[in-house]
């Protein structure tokens, strides 16, 4: 049985929401909508950007503003950017209009990753031990997830077979 609900795809920065999503969008024949991108696409510029320009605080409005009117979509798989799901408001809409399906890595993979990737506003500023502080801290609250996918030693042909799975029986 397929479920009517969103998949929204919960974690950090680096986790690969994104990539995850648009092959499940694909193999699950639903549309796919990744936030950050979709705010990157409103305020005409690119993360690092709104954060330098406008600040976190605009960023943060932003990005509830998007992801609450996303979702209200049914039948999609959304990709939140890596702080959304700690809004209280945007985590009470995910659980009421989506199962969330939180992409856990290890800690030193995740910053290996975010390392590689300039974009990353939240984490450029911080050394190693602090953004392992975020990580953890950032953890528990995506503990709160409908379900959890331990990512590290899988795939992504893996990852999407399970989060598929966790949808078909839904």
């Not at 639903?30 to 330098?52: G, P, S, V, W, Y």
């Not at 990709?79 to 969330?100: H, M, P, Q, R, T």
């Not at 609250?141 to 379900?147: E, G, L, R, T, V």
Request: glycine fraction near 6%.
């Amino acid at each position: 049985m397929k479920s009517n609900k969103n998949l929204i795809l919960i974690g950090m920065m680096g986790s690969g929401k994104s990539t995850i999503g648009r092959l499940l969008g694909q193999k699950l024949n639903l549309r796919f909508f990744d936030i950050d991108f979709l705010i990157e696409k409103k305020a005409n510029m690119k993360i690092a950007e709104i954060f330098e320009k406008k600040g976190e605080d605009e960023f943060r409005n932003l990005e509830k503003e998007i992801t609450l009117k996303f979702l209200n979509k049914t039948n999609c798989i959304i990709s939140l950017g890596g702080g959304a799901f700690i809004n209280e408001i945007i985590k009470k809409k995910v659980n009421k209009k989506g199962i969330a399906i939180w992409l856990k890595w290890d800690s030193q993979t995740l910053i290996n990753r975010i390392r590689k990737n300039k974009k990353r506003p939240v984490a450029l500023n911080l050394d190693d031990n602090e953004l392992k502080d975020l990580i953890n801290s950032r953890s528990i609250i995506y503990s709160k997830a409908n379900y959890k996918i331990n990512c590290e030693n899988m795939n992504k042909t893996e990852i999407v077979k399970k989060i598929t799975r966790i949808y078909e029986h839904i």
